[in-house]
Structures are given as structure tokens and as C-alpha cells.
T-cell receptor, first 114, second 112 residues
Framework: DGGITQSPKYLFRKEGQNVTLSCEQN?????MYWYRQDPGQGLRLIYY???????QKGDIAEGYSVSREKKESFPLTVTSAQKNPTAFYLC?????????????FGQGTRLTVV | GDSVTQMEGPVTLSEEAFLTINCTYT??????LFWYVQYPGEGLQLLLK?????DKGSNKGFEATYRKETTSFHLEKGSVQVSDSAVYFC???????????FGAGTRLFVKA
């Protein structure tokens, strides 16, 4: 079945470590997004990519990095510069931003700093 | 800039009660409007959408009408079930936009 796969579902990070969250889609979507969700709050955009080899910062990009080397993959690295990384991370994709289509979401990765 | 405001939760209802979750938006142009639902520990799923004024989106007994005159997109359901307990997000995507703007979410608890 087509969809978006995020892995791992749960991730634990020690202080000062970088970690990478995986996001893969087989929907042939052009655009991909990373959101952060904190308890009881809405979604905040970290990075987005409208096409392969191109990406832009969202509203809270500091302490994060991404790459888009392949259409189906958009990994997110949470660096040690991110001071409060514990959160639920959601990856999404959409077919083409000009089509005004809805976003499709993965199941999320819960990151905890220990 | 574009924004979405939805009623604060949590909303607690008994089974078979009527549900309304208010959502208003601010946007230039002619955005598409969406309701997404998030079940515990999961990602968001599209519940319904409307792409132009006076359109009514509907799915699984939920409805919302795109009201341009009041810039609103309120979510309604005539008879809620325990399985409807979730967080509901109102969202917009503006003309030529590249990112969806989400409201803060409204948590719904339905008691048996």
C-alpha cells in the first residue's frame, strides 16, 4: 500500500548527540514536510521541500537539518544545537503544492532526551 | 499572515451528543480548508476538506461548510461515538501556498 513510513517510532537520545529520523514515501509526491508537535499544542513547521535537492526552513528550523537527495526520502537530523528536542515529530507529503491538495502524514516518531 | 483559530479544548461529551468545534481563519486570497483528526500516538489523517466558498465537506458523519462571509469552517457531527475521541485540527492551504497552516487542535473526549 502507498503511504509514508517514519522510523523509528520511539527514539531516545543522550544529551549532545545528533540523531536522524527517517521518512520515506511511495506516493510519488513532490513536496515533503517535517513538523514538530509538543504536548497539547499544534504543529510547527521545521523544514519543507518542494522538489528534490531543494528545501527551505520553516518556522522553527534552528537545531535541525534535512536533505532531499531522493524524491521518496526526507530525513531529519536533530542536532545537539537543538536545546529542547523532546517532542513528537511528524513527516508529511503532498502531491503538488499548486494543486492545493491535502497533506498525508506518517505515524510519527517520539523523541526523548535522556 | 495566514492563521487559523479553533476553540480550546478539551471538549467532553456523552455518546450520541451533538458536536460543534469552531474554527475561524484569516487569509488573503481563496484558501482550501481542511479538518484533520489525530488518534492517540498516531499521525494526522484528513477528515474532510472544502476548496471554495459554500462547499460542504463531509465524511464519517462529520460535516463542515466553508463560510467566506464569516471566515469560518466549523466542524459538526450529529451523534458522537466513543471512537470519535481524538484531537481535531482545522487547517488552511492558501492559493499558491507551499505549507498548510494548522490550528492548535481541539481534544475531544466522548464518554460512554
Amino acid at each position: 500500500d502507498g503511504g509514508i513510513t517514519q522510523s523509528p517510532k520511539y527514539l531516545f537520545r543522550k544529551e549532545g548527540q545528533n540523531v536522524t529520523l527517517s521518512c520515506e514515501q511511495n506516493l510519488n509526491h513532490d513536496a515533503m514536510y517535517w513538523y514538530r508537535q509538543d504536548p497539547g499544542q499544534g504543529l510547527r513547521l521545521i523544514y519543507y521541500s518542494q522538489i528534490v535537492n531543494d528545501f527551505q526552513k520553516g518556522d522553527i528550523a534552528e537545531g535541525y537539518s534535512v536533505s532531499r537527495e531522493k524524491k521518496e526520502s526526507f530525513p531529519l537530523t536533530v542536532t545537539s544545537a537543538q536545546k529542547n528536542p523532546t517532542a513528537f515529530y511528524l513527516c508529511a507529503s503532498s502531491p503538488n503544492t499548486r494543486l492545493m491538495a491535502e497533506a498525508f502524514f506518517g505515524q510519527g516518531t517520539r523523541l526523548t532526551v535522556v | 499572515g495566514d492563521s487559523v483559530t479553533q476553540m480550546e479544548g478539551p471538549v467532553t461529551l456523552s455518546e450520541e451528543a451533538f458536536l460543534t468545534i469552531n474554527c475561524t481563519y484569516t487569509a488573503t486570497g481563496y484558501p482550501s480548508l481542511f479538518w484533520y483528526v489525530q488518534y492517540p500516538g498516531e499521525g494526522l489523517q484528513l477528515l474532510l476538506k472544502a476548496t471554495k466558498a459554500d462547499d460542504k465537506g463531509s465524511n464519517k458523519g462529520f460535516e463542515a461548510t466553508y463560510r467566506k462571509e464569516t471566515t469560518s469552517f466549523h466542524l459538526e457531527k450529529g451523534s458522537v461515538q466513543v471512537s470519535d475521541s481524538a484531537v481535531y485540527f482545522c487547517a488552511l492551504l492558501n492559493t499558491g501556498g507551499f505549507k498548510t497552516i494548522f490550528g492548535a487542535g481541539t481534544r475531544l473526549f466522548v464518554k460512554a
